[in-house]
């Protein structure tokens, strides 16, 4: 089955919570887990009131899904250094108000290790976050008719490079965005606790 005439999309609205972060965990759970979990709160936890609130790099707003039979099988993020600067700050003020002050300042720097793996994108970037599909639909293009469907977007907005970061330990991830045209360019360090979170590799494409 092929999901070139089956799937619909859509930018993401707070009613997709439930769907939403289960798929967006599944893109990163070791790096979310090592931000997000703190002082009784898990990781989920976060990312349910982030999404929810609708801003930063977490929020409804920030994301697109992709829909078959009217059920969210596929999410993504898009953005470039522009919108990068203001999710940072809208993403710092959600962390003020969803932990406790004292644990802020742990908060930050756990975010500046993840940006380590994460480098900031280029301003003609299209940077593409939060890509999960649902593991029932695995295999069926859902995943590239969400970037297929993106690619316009990007264009209109001047952008040139489709971008993106995988994990060293995630090889068939690798391969899946081999295949669609993406190639190695970096290798990402992460400065953190060693082992905590794995490496990642820069990953782009030019867009067309």
Avoid at 33 to 49: I, Q, V, W
Avoid at 65 to 76: E, F, M, P, T, Y
Avoid at 131 to 160: E, I, N, P, W
Wanted: proline share 4%; charged share 15%.
């Amino acid at each position: 089955m092929s999901a070139n005439s089956l799937c619909q999309f859509r930018n993401a609205m707070p009613q997709d919570v439930e769907a939403a972060v289960p798929l967006i965990y599944s893109a990163g759970s070791q790096a979310i887990d090592y931000c997000f979990s703190s002082l009784g709160k898990t990781s989920r936890d976060y990312l349910r009131f982030a999404f929810n609130d609708g801003k930063g790099f977490l929020g409804y707003q920030n994301h697109m899904v992709a829909l078959i039979d009217g059920h969210v099988v596929g999410i993504a993020a898009f953005y470039n250094f522009s919108s990068y600067v203001r999710l940072t700050l809208e993403h710092l003020w959600q962390l003020w108000r969803f932990y406790p002050a004292l644990n802020f300042a742990g908060l930050v720097t756990r975010g500046i290790h993840l940006k380590s793996i994460m480098p900031p994108p280029g301003q003609k970037m299209h940077y593409v976050a939060n890509f999960g599909v649902s593991q029932d639909f695995r295999g069926m293009g859902v995943g590239s008719k969400l970037l297929d469907h993106h690619c316009g977007l990007a264009l209109a907005l001047g952008r040139t490079h489709y971008v993106l970061d995988v994990s060293v330990e995630n090889p068939r991830a690798q391969a899946l965005y081999e295949r669609y045209g993406f190639s190695i360019n970096a290798e990402n360090q992460f400065s953190g606790l060693r082992g905590a979170v794995p490496n990642t590799r820069r990953m782009t494409m030019r867009l067309s």
